[in-house]
């Protein structure tokens, strides 16, 4: 069963920075937040300062949802990535580095 909680934690870190309370809106790790869920959590009565969200750029129901409820979007988070050949792209020269081994400690303790 997915988990279609949606939970609003303070954000003291950035709530510091900004001089004013920041909210971190997490929406369900599976599935599309519903319109009423956030009417739910953002009408709690407490004063909220700013309220943030990140949601998968594949999950418009969720974007169209938040727009609704007076989110706007910001800016969005993008994730590039490169399939390499099983063989590098250029060879490196050799090098003397190497990942340590258990019989390194002794030495590695001596010059920490």
Wanted: aromatic share 2%; proline share 9%; net charge negative.
């Amino acid at each position: 069963m997915a988990n279609h909680v949606v939970a609003l934690r303070e954000d003291r870190w950035a709530g510091q920075r900004l001089g004013k309370p920041v909210h971190h809106l997490a929406l369900p790790a599976e599935g599309s937040v519903s319109p009423q869920a956030l009417r739910n959590v953002l009408d709690g009565g407490e004063t909220l300062g700013m309220v943030y969200c990140k949601v998968a750029a594949s999950d418009a129901p969720s974007v169209h949802a938040l727009e609704d409820a007076g989110f706007r979007l910001v800016d969005t988070a993008l994730t590039l990535e490169l399939p390499l050949p099983a063989s590098p792209l250029v060879e490196e020269p050799p090098s003397m580095a190497r990942l340590a081994r258990p019989e390194d400690e002794a030495g590695v303790r001596r010059v920490a």
